[in-house]
């Protein structure tokens, strides 16, 4: 069983920057893949970012591409989630996900078995 728990969402104005950590608590196999998805009002929940937990490899939706990077620190288990160059639209709930199958690159939300409650991220222009 995997737990996740995000932190470190708040309110920024547009062109600001926010680091998002998630503590995850139980055994992440090198198989798996990790990551970040998010929720806007009245939208479907989309993948972000994701991360290979065995080689590292990164994807990320086209959306985020240059602006935000994510990455793993196995030792301290955390995942983290570097937002740069924020956006009025990049205002949404951001949630911390598990796969336990290895990372496809459309990051699917109905492929993630395990996921934190959310944190929010609120961007003003």
């Known amino acids: 069983q995997v737990q996740l728990e995000e932190s470190g969402g708040g309110s920024v104005q547009a062109g600001g920057s926010l680091r998002l950590s998630c503590s995850v608590s139980g055994q992440i196999y090198t198989g798996y893949c990790m990551g970040w998805f998010r929720q806007a009002p009245g939208k479907e929940r989309e993948g972000v970012a994701g991360?290979?937990?065995?080689?590292?490899?990164?994807y990320y939706t086209d959306s985020v591409k240059g602006r935000f990077a994510i990455s793993r620190d196995s030792a301290k288990n955390a995942l983290y989630l570097q937002m740069n160059s924020l956006k009025p639209e990049d205002t949404a709930i951001y949630y911390c996900?598990?796969?336990?199958?290895?990372?496809?690159?459309?990051?699917?939300?109905?492929?993630?078995?395990?996921w934190g409650q959310g944190t929010q991220v609120t961007v003003s222009s």
């Open positions: 996900a598990a796969d336990r199958s290895w990372c496809r690159s459309d990051l699917r939300p109905a492929a993630f078995d395990y």
């Open positions: 991360i290979s937990a065995g080689t590292g490899t990164t």
